[in-house]
């Protein structure tokens, strides 16, 4: 029988007590490029998620191999094991099979490949700058731009021929069934179409990145969980001062500007509903500076979820059961 929260005589506790055996898969920390703002370090956030009694946590790197970071937390921290993924970004490639080989052999081995981040062709072509007020694309509005970074961003083919080396990298995450895969910042057919690559390759675990920033349709996002897919849900995608947070480029007139969206936590709330949590993930993406730590980012999303009418087991699925299962714990 499902347990709620009652709606009167709410408490701070609830939420904390629901910390304990938590996973956060989605954390960034520092080293990251001079141009961005702050970042936690790694032991930092590892040491707040000890002490709020959760269970581990999974970095990502956009800039290098999170499997190392994770490698040397875990020597400084013996009592509190914490995991890295790979981001298949421009600085390293892109789809480069040695690259991938490389980082699920570094340290103890990432759990996660990601088909990137700000530098797939899908995030590349839609991140803008700000000219006099107004949201221009990097693509329009920086000379050279399109030559230098789009036509070297992770784009997935439709249809046709698949290019060798998405093929050879498929085939070493089927090998690894500790790893999961991660559809990365990609288009929404972008994204049904890696699930349909990844599923015929073998591969057992299967998370789709960011689907509430309007990528898939709740009907799409059902599909997808009926045929065993993970869903990202991320704090970053619904609350948040809405500015720069990330740099993936070092030069200053690479700055997204374009995080103006507003009022997605009802919506968001809403499309888990409708979709069903049995196949969702509750993650932060937090560790910059202007948001509040990663470990504040995953209470407040359990608050989040009581006040809106979850169950407490419901709420462990998303944030323990599911994220363990993902990373290979259970």
């Not at 059902?222 to 970053?236: I, M, N, S, W």
Request: aromatic share 8%; net charge negative; proline share 6%.
């Amino acid at each position: 029988m499902a347990t709620y929260e009652p709606f009167y005589n709410r408490t701070m506790e609830l939420p904390e007590e629901l910390l304990v055996g938590a996973v956060d898969s989605h954390v960034h920390a520092g080293p990251v490029l001079r141009s961005n703002p702050g970042h936690f370090d790694p032991i930092q956030v590892a040491e707040m998620a000890r002490a709020a009694g959760m269970r581990t946590i999974l970095y990502y790197d956009v800039f290098g191999w999170a499997s190392g970071t994770a490698w040397m937390v875990n020597r400084y921290m013996k009592d509190f094991r914490t995991f890295g993924g790979y981001l298949m970004n421009s600085n390293h490639d892109g789809m480069n099979p040695r690259a991938v080989r490389t980082a699920l052999n570094l340290g103890d081995g990432c759990r996660m490949i990601s088909f990137g981040s700000h530098c797939t062709y899908h995030s590349a072509s839609t991140e803008s700058a700000l000219v006099d007020g107004r949201l221009v694309p990097f693509k329009d509005a920086i000379p050279g731009f399109s030559e230098k970074e789009l036509s070297r961003a992770i784009r997935i083919p439709l249809e046709g021929q698949l290019p060798d080396a998405l093929k050879e990298i498929l085939d070493m995450v089927a090998e690894r069934p500790e790893v999961y895969l991660n559809t990365g910042h990609v288009s929404g057919p972008e994204v049904l179409r890696i699930v349909e690559l990844a599923q015929a390759a073998g591969i057992g675990k299967i998370l789709v990145a960011h689907p509430a920033r309007a990528l898939l349709s709740v009907d799409e996002q059902k599909t997808l969980a009926g045929k065993g897919v993970f869903l990202e849900a991320c704090a970053v995608d619904f609350g948040g001062p809405w500015m720069p947070q990330t740099h993936y480029y070092v030069e200053r007139d690479l700055m997204d500007m374009s995080a103006v969206v507003h009022g997605r936590a009802m919506s968001w709330l809403q499309g888990i509903r409708d979709v069903g949590p049995e196949q969702f993930v509750l993650a932060t993406d937090y560790g910059v500076r202007v948001l509040p730590s990663p470990i504040e980012g995953m209470r407040m999303m359990i608050s989040m979820l009581l006040y809106f009418g979850f169950s407490i087991e419901e709420v462990q699925t998303m944030t323990a059961t599911n994220p363990a299962r993902l990373i290979g714990l259970d």
